[in-house]
């Protein structure tokens, strides 16, 4: 393959170093432009906190066949289980729950996907989860422990879809896992290490906000607010928030079925608040501490980073309509609140708050929102109009790739799947 072809790629994110590292190697010349100060894009290893803590993405989802996992293996970086098996259990008052309840009720709640999974097959049209759960709960008579752990399930639905379950599509939760086998994995030392990997001898030019993509016959040409760039294709892997605010003009615009997926698609909002404490005050050796509350509530579940990092610093996880309300308070507000949680969960052994880090992914102008969302009645043809070409455009990013939607194991297949689109075009010189 021939050298000088040229390709710009938007975004520093890991669709978008991903595509460009496989360009680089197949010969291309590539130029990344990031609106950011810094490349990883909703993948951000901070150090506030004086320990390497994930602000945005933390976990990977599977070993077995899991291209991030074997990037993270080949260039030995650690990782380490994160096992929703092994969460500290407690009631509304801060009760551990007992081994031989967790592992009655844990075996019922099990049920739950596998129960909405019939209810799913015997629709002919899609509903939310909210509908699904409701058929659920009216088909059977359940005990209140019953009820508590389901409600345990459905926050823990909220966080990992980042959406309220009416807003979430009960086709798209039940068919099937998509992610790797072998459990969830962390970074003790950060994501951020996969993205450094990738980024490794790339032209990335930080700052540069695009503002308007030219799409024409003969080149693209992509104007920032630094400067003006001509290639012979773009990759363009803008999250879908900042592709539905229309910031970042296309000419000619895109193509009606694009506009109409912009419209109908949603962002989801997942946040966090991470804590240092002056001491850790709660068990050490769960990997997750959770709450099983009579009501669903707005937070139930933290992450124990203590396991990870050896001090004491707990991750607490906030999803949709929390989120979203979290998002317009002070730092101070947030802390304050995930603190009244604790307090009720360890009453008088909260310990001092040395430092906190606090997320407003949605207010974030370079995403927009945290990850898409499959909402109900949505079909995959939505997010397979996301990734078709147009002319010298090629696009990724997690929205695009409906099977693995929301995740970064997504946007990776993603970034690849457009570089290779782009090697494979008539307009690239071999
Ligand atoms: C809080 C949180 C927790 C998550 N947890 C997990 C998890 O545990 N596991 C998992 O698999 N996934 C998780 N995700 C989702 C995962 O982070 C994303 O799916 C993935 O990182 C998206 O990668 P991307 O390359 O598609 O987009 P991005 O990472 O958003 O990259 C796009 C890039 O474009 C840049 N950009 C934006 N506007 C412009 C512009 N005008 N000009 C130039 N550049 C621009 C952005 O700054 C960004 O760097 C989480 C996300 C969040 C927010």
Not at 141 to 148: A, L, V, Y
């Amino acid at each position: 393959m021939s050298h000088g072809n040229k390709v710009l790629v938007v975004g520093a994110g890991m669709a978008g170093l991903t595509a460009a590292q496989h360009l680089k190697k197949c010969g291309a010349d590539v130029i990344v432009l990031e609106s950011r100060r810094r490349i990883g894009g909703r993948i951000w290893t901070d150090e506030t906190l004086g320990v390497p803590v994930d602000l945005g993405a933390t976990w990977i989802h599977g070993k077995s066949k899991n291209p991030l996992f074997d990037l993270a293996h080949a260039n030995r970086i650690e990782t380490r289980d994160a096992q929703m098996k092994s969460s500290l259990l407690l009631d509304d008052d801060g009760c551990q729950i007992q081994a031989w309840k967790k592992l009655m009720f844990a075996a019922r709640a099990d049920r739950v996907i596998p129960r909405l999974k019939r209810i799913a097959r015997s629709l002919d049209r899609d509903i939310s989860v909210a509908e699904g759960v409701a058929m659920l709960t009216e088909e059977s008579d359940m005990s209140e422990p019953e009820i508590c752990f389901l409600n345990r399930h459905l926050i823990e639905f909220e966080a990992l879809n980042a959406a309220r379950l009416d807003e979430q599509s009960l086709f798209a939760l039940t068919s099937g896992s998509v992610a790797f086998r072998g459990g969830d994995l962390v970074f003790p030392h950060g994501f951020s290490q996969l993205i450094d990997v990738l980024a490794c001898g790339l032209d990335i030019r930080l700052q540069e906000t695009v503002l308007d993509v030219n799409n024409s016959r003969s080149a693209v040409v992509v104007e920032t607010s630094a400067a003006t760039y001509k290639g012979d294709a773009a990759i363009i892997t803008l999250p879908l928030g900042v592709l539905q605010s229309g910031v970042v003009k296309f000419s000619p615009t895109l193509p009606d079925y694009m506009e109409e997926t912009f419209a109908s698609v949603k962002m989801g909002l997942f946040n966090k608040v991470a804590i240092r404490f002056s001491q850790a005050f709660w068990p050490h050796d769960f990997d997750y501490i959770e709450m099983v509350p009579k009501k669903k509530t707005a937070i139930c579940q933290f992450f124990n980073w203590y396991r990870y990092v050896d001090q004491p610093v707990l991750v607490a996880c906030i999803a949709s309509d929390t989120a979203r309300q979290w998002e317009s308070l002070p730092d101070e507000q947030a802390v304050t609140k995930v603190l009244d949680l604790l307090g009720r969960l360890f009453p008088r052994r909260v310990s001092d708050v040395v430092d906190s880090s606090v997320t407003r992914w949605g207010k974030d102008p370079h995403s927009l929102g945290s990850y898409s969302v499959v909402h109900p009645g949505a079909s995959p043809r939505l997010f397979d109009a996301l990734r078709e070409p147009v002319n010298r455009l090629f696009f990724a990013g997690e929205a695009t790739t409906r099977l693995h939607q929301g995740t970064v194991h997504g946007a990776y297949l993603s970034g690849l799947e457009a570089a290779r689109k782009v090697i494979a075009s008539a307009n690239f010189r071999r």
